[in-house]
């Protein structure tokens, strides 16, 4: 019980941090299929809205909040199973 309230802690930091890098990773992934365009095609993430920055990074954080709240939804079942 104790090590999953670690873990749960650690994935809301972490989903903190991306919520709040947005921007940055959103750089990142443009400078990647500008200048390594075979790495981009191979990982191919969050190509939707590549082209808009705005959107890239609104879609991102609700992955990013998605993500979070399922996994916690997990944890919660774990601990009254």
């Not at 019980?1 to 750089?27: E, P, R």
Request: charged share 15%; with cysteine; glycine share 4%.
């Amino acid at each position: 019980m104790i090590h999953s309230m670690g873990f749960n802690i650690i994935v809301i930091a972490m989903g903190v941090i991306f919520y709040l890098t947005a921007g940055k990773i959103y750089d990142s992934h443009r400078n990647t299929r500008e200048n390594f365009p075979l790495i981009f095609k191979l990982t191919g993430l969050n190509v939707r809205y590549i082209d808009t920055k705005e959107m890239w990074v609104k879609c991102f954080r609700r992955q990013v909040i998605l993500v979070v709240i399922l996994f916690l939804a997990v944890m919660v079942m774990n601990v009254l199973v």
